[in-house]
């Protein structure tokens, strides 16, 4: 079991930066895969990006490829995602979620943090 809390959301202007972070409970961070969802209004929840749990292997959602890093620090026990040259269309509340042996990196997952709020204005 692992809980999961992000935070770095907020308001930034179309070409900005932003970065998410996901602090994770427990000494088994390391046990987990962990990857970035969103959702925006009105729309299905969809995936952003994947890390292994020890940060080998990454997976991206065509739609962030070449602008999000995804990244994690088990001993901090935290994951972050870098968001780069931020569109109007990225705004959406932002979810971590971790397992520890999804069918494949784009899950499913079975923990879930609260989200924080990613605005981004043109």
């Known amino acids: 079991q692992v809980q999961l809390v992000e935070s770095g959301g907020g308001l930034v202007q179309a070409g900005g930066s932003l970065r998410l972070s996901c602090a994770a409970s427990?000494?088994?961070?390391?046990?987990?895969?962990m990857g970035w969802f969103r959702q925006a209004p009105g729309k299905e929840r969809e995936f952003v990006a994947a890390i292994s749990r020890s940060g080998g292997s990454t997976y991206y959602a065509e739609s962030v490829k070449g602008r999000f890093t995804i990244s994690r620090d088990n001993a901090k026990n935290t994951g972050y995602l870098q968001m780069n040259a931020l569109k109007p269309e990225d705004t959406a509340v932002y979810f971590c979620a971790a397992e520890s042996s999804p069918r494949s990196m784009a899950g499913p997952y079975g923990y879930w943090g609260q989200g924080t709020q990613v605005t981004v204005s043109s």
């Open positions: 427990g000494r088994t961070f390391s046990s987990y895969y």
